[in-house]
């Protein structure tokens, strides 16, 4: 097969959409592109363009999003030579929301960040109308499949004053496993944003049936009442804090408001948002909201002297049976994905956290009958998961195998929360030794590669010391993948996390390891229990912006992750010109701090869970790349594959 200039394809305009819709949307049905139209309207109303807001489900599949803001632009777009309002629905990297340094820009908040959002929703809709009002005119524009079928005229007269966007798309169901919008979904979504922007008025009507209207002057409260069907240890905390402009570390604006409260039994309610996007796999913002949650009620209690001997308070103690409604702002926010389904912002811990923290604080102590109910149930956690690491204990002292002498172990008895983390070589283990959180976190040093075990006997496992020192540390023994759970009985540690270096050595040393773990700890990966962590290949060190952008470091995975954070600084005024860049050699280069910010703290790392294939040859296949006899089938599988493992590295 000839493999010319011809061979290569170039995707252009909105082709990249239709061809892997599942990069940019979820494909189960089409809630969330009708959600990016939704979103934009909310947007408006968050800026106090929009006070009303109507989706419309029609008879024939299709969906009205209606609302009174300012109305998409519709004059010749400067650069594109378009109407703007063609630009928006037509080009990927489009949109209002990258101009985060006007202060009174309507998208200073906002949840959009890479422009994408509704142009994904033209891509995949066999029909998309668009009519908008604004400066007393009428305009309408159709586009099919993405491309323009009916160009922007003006059609009628309108108000001077009147304004607005109405969108009318038709999904296509070539790209969705179900054609129909989930309406229960539909109205969770509708509900929240009326939550969320007091005032709001918003609206559902099925053509031909009922209408649903939501209208919330201060309903954070209330909404989370109506989730709750356990009895409340205290009443509902609510408040906001941002932050004003005479703030150092965070941008005017930026905060949360929140409700929170804690039931002794009963569903929990959490729900999370930023910028009124839904964060349904939580993020930092969470993270922030507990370490605040956790350090106000273990001051009150430590105050109050309400800790029995002997029992000390965890996080998950004090939130265990927390419920909350928690919507963040935040500048520039950096999501997991398209789908924004999880904050990967690392200043969003430290900005919710310091925001909640000394309202709730206070809200205690005003408020010490209530907060002592809230520390006793967090009291009572921390003594039963005290209970629970003393019976692992005893099943851990049956053993006689010592423990490796390089092994730094944790303090914790808790295996649940324990970690181990496998690191490559003695500097970089250093450095983890010296970072890691002594309680929870366990350091073994691996010097040089691993055996690649995928040939070796169990019975001969041992004589190799590496292997022999990761076994003894985990409290395991290899067995066999349809072994009991019982085999894991005595595992000393709730995550194991294979850290090596952002390089092809550190690669080779993650295969070997996984072959260890697939070939001879197959229930290890099974239960969930094998992790890789993330180190960044990148530091970023951008410089100081007037007196409310101090220094900051960022730390990038890869290349992509680097050019990613060097066009969002450029959003912020900062020229690619003034940041200095350095490239993490290893890990040994790292020092402790950074690395526990970037790769071990739980708080702000990215971990990546390792689970076991699903396909009936994997077998095969492992066989394949790891036998000492296979040589030739590498070969033709490389040959093979070369352009998909060009595309991974």
Known sequence: MSYTADSISVLKGLEPVRHRPGMYTRTDSPLHIIQEAIDNAADEALGGYCKRIAVIMHADGSVTIQDDGRGIPVEIHPVEKVPTVEVVFTQLHAGGKFNKSDGSSAY?????????????????????????????????????????????????????????????????????????????????????????????????????????????ENGMQQYLAEQLDGELAAPIFTAEKYAPPEDENFPVGSGAAWAICWTAEGNLARESYVNLIPTPAGGTHETGLRQAAFDAVKTFAEHRALLPKGVKLAAEDVFSRASYVLAARVLDPSFQGQIKERLNSRDAVALIARMVRDPLELWLNEHPDDAKKISELAIRAAQARSRAGQKIEKRKQSGVAILPGKLSDCQSEDVLRNEIFLVEGDSAGGSAKSGRDKELQAILPLRGKVLNTWEVEAGSLFANREVHDIAVALGIDPHLPEAPDSVLANLRYGKVVIMTDADVDGSHIRVLLCTLFYRHFPRLIAAGHLYFAQPPLYRLDVPASGKKRPPRKLYALDDAERAAMIDRLGLEGVKSEAVAISRFKGLGEMNPEQLWETTMSPDTRRLMRIRLPEAEDANAVMNMLMAKNESAGRRAWMEANGALIGAEI
């Open 108 to 216: 200073r908040f906002s949840g959009g960040l890479h422009g994408v959002g509704v142009s994904v929703t033209n891509a995949l809709s066999k029909r998309l109308e668009v009519e908008v009002v604004r400066d007393g005119a009428r305009h309408q524009i159709a586009f099919s499949g993405g491309a323009v079928i009916e160009p922007l005229q003006r059609i009628g007269d309108a108000p001077k004053k009147a304004s607005g966007t109405r969108v009318r798309a038709w999904p296509d169901t070539q790209f969705f496993d179900s054609p129909a919008v989930p309406l229960a979904e539909l109205e969770r979504l509708l509900r929240s944003k009326a939550v969320l922007l007091p005032g709001l008025e918003i609206s559902l009507s099925i053509e031909n049936g009922a209408t649903s209207t939501w209208r919330f």
